[in-house]
Structure formats: structure tokens, C-alpha cells
């Protein structure tokens, strides 16, 4: 692997590199460089691997865009594979350039390259720019960057310090064709990391539900009876056969708070599969919603204690 860190260093992070993704923009504001080392890699395949074998600590890889949803190669890299946690989420604004090596002007861009997430975000903008242009898929926004100034594609989409590091010039700028996107960062780590609760907390997980009538209302119910709620559902195909899928959620709550651990649990009674994807701090700004008082700890603590009497033979109270 390029760049491999020795064993002796601090923190090792992997991020979807090259140098001047977005993903790197956000490891630089969550973590300081005095904590570690970072370490791109081209893919984000590749960065979740990296922590799968050792090389990295911990990756740094996007999961989600407020404008074009989940990425594709973080929610089943997260949902197969040597299980990884969550457990730190981080979210930035994104704004994007096109770049272009100097001197080149509009009239002269034949190819143009990005992440699929960029082309998303700026594809009425770049018809309008580049009629009959057809954008090109690259792993990363500035891996595209890079491209461009290697001269193997005429722009890119990137962020503006992208086009800063590899020396070209922003053509236009703010090309996204809604302003405030935000994209959401995980941080992964091998499984068994669980940060403290914070008293704010998400917990993420993958579920398989089996092809039957009510599957997913049965592990819906499983949170909505305990009180937890949703952030985030959305379903992947499982890749073994049409029909078969898998949901990928967020919810409020630690796995250490007895709600969520009972629905995990609950979960992995009526679900053909459940992976535990991590409990983290919540940091989109926002207060989980007040937890129901049936629903709080000492609720769950207190009808323990009275069923566990009842086992006992104690007199039904
Ligand atoms: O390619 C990058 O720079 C990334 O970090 C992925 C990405 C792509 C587009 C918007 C946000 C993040």
C-alpha cells in the first residue's frame, strides 16, 4: 500500500484521497494533525479496507449529500465485509469549481471528469456551461483534479483548494445547482470501538429483513414501541437475488441507553440479519427528540426489577 505508515506512528487516518477531497476537508476540521497521521487512498473501498487490515486506524469516508443522498460505496462497504463502526460523524458544507488547466477557457473543454456526487450536484449548471459534454465518473472530486492536470480530462468539479493543489485555475465558480449542500462524513474504526454516550447520540445499524408480509413494519414497530427515533431508513439490495433487501438506518439514542439496546436486540429476533454499525456523538446541530418518560432507563429498570419479583414468586404488585 502507498505511503504505508509504520506501526509506531500515532493515529493512522485513511481518507478518500488524493490530496483535496472534500473527505480530507473534513478530517482536517475533525481531527488535528498533532492526532495523527493522514493517509488517502483512492477509493473509499480502498480506505475501509485499509482499517480492515491494519494499515490505517481509523477511515475517513463520505456516507450521505443533503441534495443526492446515500453514497453507494460506503453503505455496502459498512454493510459487508470485516464489520467496522461508526464512530464519529462530521458534516460539511461543500461548494464546487470548475477547474481547468490555465489558460484553457470554456470553448475549449471537450471532457470533464468528477465524483458521481459532484455531477449530481451541478449537472443543470454544466449543461448550461458545457452543452453536449458528457461527464466522467473519477473515485474522487480531486482525483478528477488531478486527472486534469496529468491532461487526461479538459475541467473537473472540485473543491476550490483542489484546484489550488494541483495547479489549475477555477474557471467557475459555486457551479452547484443548489446552494448548501452539506455532506455527512463518518469516521470508521475496527469493530468493538463504542464511544462513550454524550447524552446526544446516534446509532447506526443494517438490518436484513426476510421476504415475508410485514417485515419492515415488524422492525419499524421494534422503535417506534420503545420510543427511538429515526434519522435516517433507506433500503439496498442484498445482491443475492431480487426481493432480498437490506435497510440501512440511523436512530436516536446510544446502544448503551436500554431502549436502543432492547430494539437491537428485539431486532435481531425478527430480522434475518443485523449488523450493529456503531453509537456516536451527534453533530448535525441538532437535539435528539425528548425521550418518553415510559421509554427512559429507570422505566426499563423498574419493570425489570418487577418482573424479575414476580419470577421470584413475589406477590404480583
Ligand atoms: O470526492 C470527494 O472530494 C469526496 O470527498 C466525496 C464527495 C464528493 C462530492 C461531494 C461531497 C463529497
Known amino acids: 500500500m502507498p505511503g504505508k505508515l509504520s506501526s509506531t506512528s500515532p493515529t493512522r487516518f485513511a481518507y478518500l484521497g488524493p490530496e483535496g477531497t472534500f473527505a480530507e476537508a473534513a478530517l482536517r476540521t475533525a481531527v488535528a494533525s498533532s492526532e495523527g497521521a493522514r493517509y ?19 477511515a475517513l469516508v463520505p456516507m450521505e449529500n443533503s441534495v443526492e443522498g446515500s ?15 461508526i464512530t464519529r460523524e462530521v458534516f460539511l458544507d461543500v461548494s464546487f469549481v470548475l477547474a481547468v488547466r490555465p489558460g484553457t477557457e470554456l470553448a475549449d473543454v471537450r471532457s470533464l ?5 459532484a455531477l449530481a450536484q451541478t449537472a443543470g449548471r454544466l449543461a448550461e456551461l458545457l452543452p453536449g459534454v458528457v461527464p466522467l465518473p473519477t473515485s ?14 479538459d475541467a473537473a468539479v472540485c473543491a476550490p483548494i483542489a484546484a489550488e493543489r494541483y495547479g489549475l485555475a477555477a474557471l467557475v465558480e459555486d457551479v452547484a445547482d443548489r446552494p448548501g449542500a452539506v455532506t ?26 426476510g421476504d415475508r408480509t410485514g417485515a419492515l413494519l415488524d422492525l419499524l414497530s421494534e422503535f417506534a414501541v420503545r420510543g427511538i427515533s429515526l434519522t435516517r431508513i433507506e433500503s439496498r439490495p442484498t445482491r443475492e437475488r431480487l426481493g432480498v433487501y437490506s435497510f440501512s438506518l440511523d436512530c436516536e439514542g446510544h ?14 429476533r425478527v430480522c434475518d440479519d443485523v449488523r450493529f454499525l456503531g453509537s456516536y456523538a451527534r453533530a448535525d ?11 427512559a432507563d429507570a422505566a426499563f429498570a423498574e419493570a425489570e426489577a418487577w418482573l424479575a419479583g414476580i419470577r421470584a414468586g413475589a406477590s404480583p404488585g
Not at 483512492?42 to 479496507?49: C, E, F, I, Y
Open 40 to 58: 488517502p487512498q483512492p477509493s473509499v473501498p480502498a480506505a475501509l479496507a485499509a482499517v480492515r487490515s491494519g494499515d490505517a486506524d481509523a
Open 71 to 85: 453514497v453507494p460505496a460506503t453503505m455496502d462497504g459498512l454493510a459487508d465485509g470485516r464489520p467496522l463502526v
Open 113 to 117: 471528469a468528477s465524483h458521481p456526487h
Open 140 to 153: 474522487s472530486t480531486a482525483g478528477a483534479a488531478e486527472a486534469v492536470a496529468a491532461g487526461q480530462y
Open 184 to 209: 455527512r462524513f463518518v469516521l470508521v474504526e475496527p469493530s468493538g470501538a463504542l464511544p462513550a454516550p454524550t447524552g446526544n447520540d446516534k446509532t447506526s445499524l443494517v438490518a436484513v429483513v
Open 255 to 268: 446502544v448503551a441507553d436500554r431502549r436502543v439496546g432492547e430494539a437491537l436486540a428485539a431486532l435481531h
Open 285 to 295: 446541530g441538532r437535539e435528539n427528540k425528548p425521550v418518553p418518560g415510559t421509554a
